[in-house]
């Protein structure tokens, strides 16, 4: 079985100081790993995604997320933080076997930028 | 703007009401998706339809009920809901749902749904 855990439901960072989302997976075969920003009002938006090769993934908004496998990790990193970021990430999982209608997401860590 | 719209975007409805939730998506997707998303808990997927044809049904009860006319367009026709049915409805689609490394979802909006 599929599993995906975000375990910090706030994350708090003062404007221009790094900050990191957790997250952490279980699948049974090779994990497609993906993270979702979704701000006030809207959907959920992709902001990238690990399938395989290097293990730091670069994707919007000058976000990168470092795939550990003996971890099962996939935390979501930026160097800089800024208020505009203030949303909230869902991380999200599925078995690189089956269909892409397994995707399971997390619950979601709402980030928090003060400036 | 994500190609998925999603109307109404806020709907309070009693319980013995019947109404439709609409999702519409420009992208040329075969594959669309409703999702559930209440507060601090998972998305929960509810629906999945490739090609107009339900491919997936997660245990939903029979209060929400899913149709498909044509890829483009999703229908959540809801009736005799309860109070814990309110949440905000996700609609989603994406190129198709087999296996593929470049998949991902595309999400409307949202429906944020009041159950009385």
């Known amino acids: 079985a599929q599993s995906v855990a975000q375990p910090e439901d706030q994350v708090n960072v003062a404007e221009g100081n790094p900050l990191t989302v957790k997250c952490t997976y279980s699948?049974?075969?090779?994990?497609?790993l993906f993270w979702y920003v979704q701000y006030p009002n809207r959907g959920l938006q992709f902001l990238l995604k690990y399938i395989t090769g290097d293990n730091l993934v670069k994707g919007s908004y000058g976000f990168e997320a470092e795939f550990n496998k003996s971890q099962t990790s996939f935390h979501l990193k930026k160097p800089s933080a800024l208020v505009s970021d203030s949303a909230l990430y869902f991380c999200?999982?599925?078995?690189?076997?089956?269909?892409?209608?397994?995707?399971?997401f997390g619950s979601g860590t709402r980030l928090s930028i003060r400036p | 703007e994500t190609g998925v719209t999603q109307t109404p975007r806020h709907l309070v409805m009693g319980m013995t009401n019947k109404k439709s939730l609409k999702c519409e998506q420009h992208?040329?997707?075969?594959?669309m998706y409703w999702y559930k998303q209440s507060a601090k808990k998972p998305l929960e997927l509810m629906f999945v339809?490739?090609?107009?044809?339900?491919?997936e049904n997660n245990s939903v009860p029979s209060r929400f009920s899913p149709e498909c006319p044509n890829s483009s367009h999703l229908f959540l026709h809801l009736h005799t809901l309860q109070p814990e049915d309110s949440a905000l409805y996700l609609c989603a689609s994406s190129q198709d749902v087999r296996q593929s490394t470049n998949e991902k979802l595309f999400f409307g909006s949202g429906t944020q749904l009041s159950v009385l």
């Open positions: 339809y490739s090609l107009e044809e339900r491919v």
């Open positions: 992208l040329g997707h075969n594959a």
């Open positions: 699948v049974s075969g090779n994990p497609y």
């Open positions: 999200a999982v599925r078995d690189g076997y089956s269909s892409a209608s397994k995707i399971i």
